[in-house]
Nanobody
Framework: QVQLVESGGGLVQAGESLRLSCAASGSIFSINTMGWYRQAPGKQRELVATITSGGSINYADSVKSRFTISRDNAKNTVYLQMDSLKPEDTAVYYC???????????????WGQGTQVTVSS
C-alpha cells in the first residue's frame, strides 16, 4: 500500500506565507513526478506546480514568482513554499505522485487526502 500525507495548511492573512509538505510512504520502488494541485469551492481541480525526479519544474502562471516547489528524493517528500498569499489562493491543496510500487510494472498516480489553505483579506 502507498500513502501520501500532506501537512502544513492553515489560515493566514493576505501577504503571509505557508509551507506545505507531502510525504509518500509504503511499498514504493520509484517516484517520477510529484506535484501540487488545488481545488477551490465550485471550481475544478487545477495544477499548481510539479517537479520531476530530475528536478524539472512547472508552475501555473497564477503562482509563478510566489510559490516554490522542491523535493527530497531520499525522503519521498515534496514541499510547496507559498509566499505573498492572496485570497484567491484559498483552496484544498492536494499532493500527487506518479510512482511504481515494489514488484510492480506499471506507473500509477496516487493522491493525498488534501489540506485546507485559507487566505483572508
Amino acid at each position: 500500500q502507498v500513502q501520501l500525507v500532506e501537512s502544513g495548511g492553515g489560515l493566514v492573512q493576505a501577504g503571509e506565507s505557508l509551507r506545505l509538505s507531502c510525504a509518500a510512504s509504503g511499498s514504493i520502488f520509484s517516484i517520477n513526478t510529484m506535484g501540487w494541485y488545488r481545488q477551490a469551492p465550485g471550481k475544478q481541480r487545477e495544477l499548481v506546480a510539479t517537479i520531476t525526479s530530475g528536478g524539472s519544474i512547472n508552475y501555473a502562471d497564477s503562482v509563478k514568482s510566489r510559490f516554490t516547489i522542491s523535493r527530497d528524493n531520499a525522503k519521498n517528500t515534496v514541499y510547496l513554499q507559498m509566499d505573498s498569499l492572496k485570497p484567491e489562493d484559498t483552496a484544498v491543496y492536494y499532493c500527487k505522485a506518479d510512482l511504481v510500487q515494489r514488484g510492480g510494472v506499471a506507473w500509477f498516480n496516487y493522491w493525498g487526502q488534501g489540506t485546507q489553505v485559507t487566505v483572508s483579506s
